[in-house]
Nanobody, 115 residues
Framework: QVQLVESGGGVVQAGGSLRLSCAASGTVFYMNYMGWYRQTPGKQRELVAIVRRGSRPSYSESVRGRFTVSRDNAENSVYLQMNSLKPGDTAVYYC?????????WGRGTQVTVSP
């Protein structure tokens, strides 16, 4: 059973930076992708950044140029470096992993950006 654990969320002022980490435990057979989504109350979960097997990272338009996603295949981990944060980035950030077609989610980590 694959489990994802996120860390690194918190409260930061606008313009600041945070780095999120996500580590997968358990046996991962074939990782198709790892990445990050986020969600605010009353809204659907939206893609932030994702790294697919054999592809370059992709980003949502709202974070491109400010966020950087990276993956450590050996450790089954994914990271999200968030710079120039804005109040609109406030959300719960979820790590996700596709293991041979089985999609797993972490419990989420809160990121709050104050004006």
């Amino acid at each position: 059973q694959v489990q994802l654990v996120e860390s690194g969320g918190g409260v930061v002022q606008a313009g600041g930076s945070l780095r999120l980490s996500c580590a997968a435990s358990g046996t991962v057979f074939y990782m198709n992708y790892m990445g990050w989504y986020r969600q605010t109350p009353g809204k659907q979960r939206e893609l932030v950044a994702i790294v697919r097997r054999g592809s370059r990272p992709s980003y949502s338009e709202s974070v491109r140029g400010r966020f950087t996603v990276s993956r450590d295949n050996a450790e089954n981990s994914v990271y999200l470096q968030m710079n120039s944060l804005k109040p609109g980035d406030t959300a719960v950030y979820y790590c996700t992993l596709d293991d041979a077609g089985h999609v797993h989610w972490g419990r989420g980590t809160q990121v709050t950006v104050s004006p």
